[in-house]
């Protein structure tokens, strides 16, 4: 197969997992709402037909993690590198010697992700594009696709800026790399993007995200109010 999908994740550990989220969020909220984000991505992937898929998770040693449905279906790796970039770059790489031709990588921190988005990515490498970006709301990106393994596309970043992707694109024009762009999507890293979350979940029924579905209801309640309990409940700072 020439398509080849890099699902980034962490083991869903309290206190390891969505710290920015800590408050409003206690830890072991926070570990289970990427859980469900993390389910859920991996649902969407494995709806592709014809495309291989990888699960590169982090701490290595988690490699045993997630056996079951939806990961029963990824070949295991652990993450190596010092930063995101250099663990990006080596995922990248692991596809791309196995045989992908073209290889789209994703995180579990975007619940809008949907296969049809993925696949839209590889329609981009396949018809011109060398990379592709999935932009996000905080200034970096939700996916990444490239048509070649270039190791330059991923090192002297400022990784979880507001630059990120401005810096990414940026890159690809001094590399002479045609690139294009995904419609965006939202991470979810604070408190405000979690407000974000609920609001999206609300006004969209697709990609079915069931999982993430569910928590935000058992979190916000039916009525959708805003961040149960205690007063020190509040959103981080916003954007910007």
């Not at 080849?4 to 206190?15: E, N």
Request: with cysteine.
């Amino acid at each position: 197969m020439e398509d080849a999908v890099v699902l980034m994740a962490k083991a869903p550990v309290a206190g390891r997992v969505k710290t920015r989220l800590c408050p409003p969020l206690e830890p072991r909220e926070s570990a289970a709402l990427y859980a469900c984000m993390l389910g859920d991505t991996a649902c969407e992937v494995s709806i592709l037909p014809r495309v291989r898929r990888y699960l590169f998770l982090d701490p290595p040693e988690s490699t045993n993690f997630l056996q079951r449905e939806p990961f029963s279906g990824f070949e295991r790796f652990p993450q190596r590198g010092r930063d995101l970039g250099d663990r990006m770059r080596d995922a990248a790489a692991t596809a791309f010697r196995r045989g992908a031709r073209r290889v789209v990588i994703v995180g579990a921190d975007c619940p809008s992700l949907s296969a049809g988005t993925i696949r839209r990515a590889f329609r981009e490498l396949s018809t011109g594009a060398s990379v592709v970006f999935g932009p996000s709301a905080d200034g970096g990106y939700y996916l990444v696709g490239l048509s070649s393994p270039d190791e330059r596309l991923f090192r002297g970043f400022r990784w979880s800026t507001a630059e990120v992707l401005r810096s990414a694109a940026a890159r690809c024009r001094i590399l002479a790399a045609p690139f294009s762009f995904l419609p965006p999507g939202r991470d979810v890293d604070t408190g405000e993007d979690l407000l974000a979350l609920r609001e999206w979940a609300r006004t969209h029924a697709r990609p079915a995200c069931p999982r993430t579905r569910e928590w935000i209801t058992g979190f916000f309640g039916p009525e959708g109010g805003g961040f149960p309990g205690s007063p020190e409940r509040t959103p981080g700072p916003p954007r910007g």
